[in-house]
């Protein structure tokens, strides 16, 4: 059976701040420029979560799309939207909330919700020009 993509679209506000508690403010300002305002600052993400598999004989599908819109709302847009992500969200108390970090965190929350034999990929995008893709590895 061949193997197919499918994508679904998503976006999210949140606000955060880079950095490490245990840097001084002037290195955390060196490393991390403007992003390690204090009074944080923040990004209209969007975000694309890919799923890959075989055709399923009955359904023709990968994967339900709906079944991914409701998980990718639950575990992501509800977790996260309009929210600090340093102060609101478990997994970023002791996690530096940069890009990478956050599709890790998108990648791990819906991993677990979604069939093992299917490839699981998130493409997250902070700005239109800078995203990061991650996939597992």
Do not use: Q
Request: glycine share 4%.
């Amino acid at each position: 059976m061949p193997k197919v993509t499918v994508h679904r679209k998503a976006h999210f506000n949140a606000a955060h701040r880079l950095y490490r508690k245990d840097w001084s403010d002037e290195k955390n300002t060196a490393v991390f420029g403007k992003c390690s305002n204090p009074n944080f600052h923040g990004h209209n993400y969007d975000l694309e979560v890919s799923v890959t598999g075989e055709i399923d004989k009955e359904t023709g599908f990968v994967m339900d799309l709906s079944i991914l819109r409701k998980l990718i709302k639950e575990e992501v847009e509800e977790a996260f939207d309009h929210k600090n992500l340093n102060v609101e969200v478990a997994e970023f108390k002791e996690v530096n909330p940069t890009a990478e970090n956050i599709s890790v965190v998108i990648y791990d929350k819906l991993r677990t919700k979604i069939n093992r034999n299917l490839d699981l990929s998130i493409k997250l995008y902070e700005t239109p020009r800078n995203f990061v893709t991650y996939s597992g590895n």
